[in-house]
T-cell receptor, first 111, second 113 residues
Framework: KNEVEQSPQNLTAQEGEFITINCSYS?????LHWLQQHPGGGIVSLFM???GKKKHGRLIATINIQEKHSSLHITASHPRDSAVYIC?????????????FGGGTRVLVKP | EPEVTQTPSHQVTQMGQEVILRCVPI?????FYWYRQILGQKVEFLVS????????KSEIFDDQFSVERPDGSNFTLKIRSTKLEDSAMYFC???????????FGPGTRLTVL
């Protein structure tokens, strides 16, 4: 069983639309990361969360520890937001700081 | 803004050859990681490194793999005898403290023929 599940796998939106990506995990975690992977392959860290909500520009990330669920929202989406968004968790049982990754959500924003 | 750099960006090698992938972490960071992503699959953890020692490794990180910090700036991943299934994108990451955000390099695409 995958410890980290993301939905949807693929998402197409029109420019300006509000986008929500979901991440569910089945084990105890100490932190959750949202990452962005561009078509060239590079990975950029967007957020690290252990509780509550964080906002950066048009991006908002929330986490509900009790429900083992996190969401990443993109407001007023733009074609440059097209990328794969990856949820990764740091498991409580992990000795160090290794991350366990979800499969990613491929987002395409059309002009 | 400081960033993690990796070289080369693309490496092509013959099966059985040794490869060394190089990373320069952010200069004041203490924790270093290697991850890999086989085409079309999830990113997977390989190894974490702190204080000149491996602190954790995955089952993927077998005797074919080794890591080293040969000087104060570089962090390397060596694959001793490459196999076809080692073809993947390899990402280096670093963090300042153990629980901090990890910053990823741009990746090295390894192709084993």
């Amino acid at each position: 069983k995958n410890e980290v599940e993301q939905s949807p796998q693929n998402l197409t939106a029109q420019e300006g639309e509000f986008i929500t990506i979901n991440c569910s995990y089945s084990v105890g975690i100490s932190a959750l990361h949202w990452l962005q992977q561009h078509p060239g392959g590079g990975i950029v860290s967007l957020f690290m969360l252990s509780s509550g909500k964080k906002k950066h520009g048009r991006l908002i990330a929330t986490i509900n520890i009790q429900e083992k669920h996190s969401s990443l929202h993109i407001t007023a989406s733009h074609p440059r937001d097209s990328a794969v968004y990856i949820c990764a968790v740091r498991l409580i049982k992990a000795a160090g700081n290794k991350l366990t990754f979800g499969g990613g959500t491929r987002v395409l924003v059309k002009p | 803004e400081p960033e993690v750099t990796q070289t080369p960006s693309h490496q092509v090698t013959q099966m059985g050859q040794e490869v060394i992938l190089r990373c320069v972490p952010i200069s004041n960071h203490l924790y270093f990681y290697w991850y890999r992503q086989i085409l079309g699959q999830k990113v997977e953890f390989l190894v974490s490194f702190y204080n000149n020692e491996i602190s954790e490794k995955s089952e993927i990180f077998d005797d074919q793999f080794s890591v080293e910090r040969p000087d104060g700036s570089n962090f390397t991943l060596k694959i001793r005898s490459t196999k076809l299934e080692d073809s993947a994108m390899y990402f280096c990451a670093s963090s300042g403290e153990i629980w901090d955000t990890q910053y990823f390099g741009p990746g090295t695409r390894l192709t084993v023929l």
